[in-house]
């Protein structure tokens, strides 16, 4: 496998840094491992931090793969593999990024971020298919039905007030 600046470079976006192909990328390239400190406190948070499955550990990340943006249109993807030593006992879960689809040279290298809905925020990624939210796809209807129900009890709660005027 080649090394990840054989493959990508960290550049500038509108909103900050961004991760971009030097060269065209094939489908299912293994783009690079993904390497950071491994964060064991449940209640830490950062905007880059990845989860690593266990609810307990996440991974802070290294450049260049910290500065993956989201899309909800991705054109990369993570993968966490668990590993395991010589002797049987679980190893560190590695993380790599995968090309999902031909990335050209150039192109902005892009991750589903697939949020919790807790963690839900308003997503500009600029896609066809843009859900509106960084959350994932599954909880999306719940994260709808909330903001529709929140929305209602505003609007009853406006009203309400205007009459007692």
Not at 20 to 45: C, H, L, N, S
Not at 96 to 123: H, N, Q
Request: aromatic share 8%.
């Amino acid at each position: 496998m080649p090394a990840w600046y054989d493959i990508i470079r960290v550049g500038k976006v509108p909103y900050g840094k961004g991760v971009f192909a030097i060269r065209e990328i094939a489908q299912g390239e293994m783009i690079g491992r993904v390497t950071g400190k491994v964060i064991t406190d449940p209640e830490y948070t950062s905007s880059y931090c990845i989860d690593l499955g266990d609810e307990v550990s996440s991974l802070e990340p290294r450049g260049p793969f910290r500065y993956l943006n989201h899309c909800c249109q991705p054109n990369a993807k993570l993968y966490l593999q668990e590993t395991v030593y010589d002797d049987g006992t679980p190893g560190p879960t590695e993380v790599s990024v995968e090309a999902l689809t031909t990335i050209a040279a150039g192109e902005e290298v892009r991750i589903d971020y697939a949020w919790d809905i807790a963690g839900a925020i308003p997503c500009l990624c600029g896609a066809m298919e843009c859900r509106g939210w960084i959350v994932d796809p599954a909880q999306l209807p719940t994260l709808l039905k909330k903001q529709k129900k929140a929305a209602a009890a505003s609007g009853a709660s406006k009203a309400g007030s205007n009459r007692m005027k």
